[in-house]
């Protein structure tokens, strides 16, 4: 069975086509974009149910409001914008001791280029156990730190990409991004000090 050809129009060509009622053009941004946006907001809820719904609300504003979608930035910061405010809002009903049910922390410590299994069994223990240190100290972190992490470090956004996101300056975001990774850090050696 051949594969079906990739879309290939941008991110802002699909809503233009997602404005004009072509509900395909949802789908591929949708593929695109899903599992960014649920990782910001499972970092926001810390709850991988509430995460979902975020996902689903995010992507039901972009069909109700794709007529009025004007760039300004780029169409995946929209996007951040959309789930980072409904994440907000779901995340007041949610726990706040519930723990991230999913393997957010497991991609930031491939990105730390931690885990990288391979070789003898003692590599891979000390590389299971700095992935245990990081989940954990990522837990630690307030809201604010963790979803200005996930999308500097994780997502790849630009400062000036974050900021419009976060609705700050840049040189906030810049702030936020240094205090957010010293408190990481503190946070996963006092994770290695203890038994």
């Known amino acids: 069975m051949p594969l079906e050809p990739i879309?290939?129009?941008?991110?802002?060509?699909?809503?233009?086509?997602?404005?004009?009622?072509?509900?395909?053009?949802?789908?591929?941004?949708?593929?695109?974009?899903q599992a960014s946006i649920f990782r910001l907001a499972s970092a926001v809820t810390?709850?991988?149910?509430?995460?979902e719904d975020v996902l689903q609300d995010t992507f039901l504003a972009v069909l109700r409001s794709a007529t009025t979608y004007r760039a300004g930035g780029t169409v995946k910061s929209w996007l951040f914008a959309i789930a980072r405010r409904a994440a907000w809002k779901v995340g007041r009903g949610v726990a706040i001791e519930k723990p991230c049910e999913h393997t957010l922390l497991e991609d930031l410590g491939r990105a730390?280029?931690?885990?990288?299994?391979?070789?003898?069994?003692?590599?891979?223990?000390?590389?299971?156990?700095?992935?245990r240190t990081l989940r954990d100290a990522f837990e630690t972190l307030s809201a604010d730190d963790r979803e200005v992490l996930v999308l500097r470090d994780l997502e790849g956004l630009a400062n000036e990409e974050a900021a419009r996101v976060l609705g700050i300056d840049v040189p906030a975001v810049k702030s936020r991004i240094h205090r957010a990774r010293l408190r990481l850090q503190a946070a996963c050696l006092a994770g290695k000090e203890q038994p």
């Open 7 to 33: 879309d290939t129009r941008s991110d802002e060509d699909l809503m233009s086509a997602i404005a004009e009622g072509q509900h395909e053009a949802l789908g591929e941004l949708v593929t695109r974009h």
């Open 46 to 51: 810390r709850d991988s149910t509430a995460a």
């Open 112 to 131: 730390a280029g931690w885990g990288q299994e391979g070789g003898d069994a003692e590599s891979i223990a000390v590389a299971n156990e700095a992935r």
